[in-house]
């Protein structure tokens, strides 16, 4: 007798899930497709909260306006951090294609490394971040000034939380990758996290276009 046919193999973000069955196949299909659902649906809250903030441009109160707050030359920083972060963290999905091992770290040292560069980059935007509103705080521009003011906070400060959860999720996964090497559902994971850090960087090219680009051309 022959043996079964071999699972399809899937690649997402430069990991390889080999030898996978049709039944473990299908079931990362829709683990990675109920991600995809959950980002699109964070995608319409970002949307909605673009939507507010153009509606407010005008609601200053007698407030600092949106040409007081921006500071393109941080925010550019910034822009720089993730967009390089976006980089370093698609080196890290490569440097794991390799395939698993229970050594993870003497073989998948590259692979780390790059994740450990990826987090300290979300680290330091988190750091101008919040140096960023501190400013705002010492000039009178908090959130509670003016409904311009809140809706500048609250969308730009709710991708700072969205980037906190990753920044707290990549040392979880480092500790798991550590701990039980690279096994399919630690992929699975991986795939994740980098459709979560891709799509941050996008909403930030957003927020960094339709924020300080046009406050600075005010």
Not at 45 to 57: I, K
């Amino acid at each position: 007798m022959t043996g079964a046919p071999p699972g399809p193999v899937l690649s997402h973000a430069g990991l390889n899930l080999d030898h996978a069955t049709r039944e473990e196949a299908e079931q990362v299909e829709s683990d990675v497709f109920g991600f995809w659902v959950f980002l699109m649906s964070d995608a319409v809250v970002f949307a909605l909260l673009f939507a507010l903030f153009g509606t407010s441009l005008e609601a200053t109160a007698g407030g600092p306006d949106l040409a007081g707050v921006v500071k393109l030359g941080p925010a550019f920083i910034e822009t720089m951090l993730l967009l390089t972060s976006s980089f370093t963290f698609g080196m890290s999905s490569l440097a794991l294609k390799r395939g698993s091992q229970p050594r993870l770290l003497q073989r998948f040292r590259p692979a780390v490394l790059w994740l450990l560069l990826t987090w300290m980059l979300g680290v330091a935007f988190l750091g101008m971040e919040v140096n960023d509103f501190a400013t705002m705080a010492q000039h009178g521009a908090t959130a509670d000034r003016s409904f311009f003011l809140s809706a500048f906070t609250v969308l730009v400060g709710t991708h700072g939380l969205h980037v906190l959860t990753g920044v707290i999720w990549l040392p979880v996964l480092l500790l798991q990758l550590a701990g039980g090497g690279l096994d399919r559902p630690l992929k699975v994971n991986m795939i994740r996290l980098s459709l979560f850090w891709h799509f941050l960087d996008i909403v930030w090219i957003a927020i960094f276009s339709v924020v300080y680009l046009q406050g600075a051309l005010r």
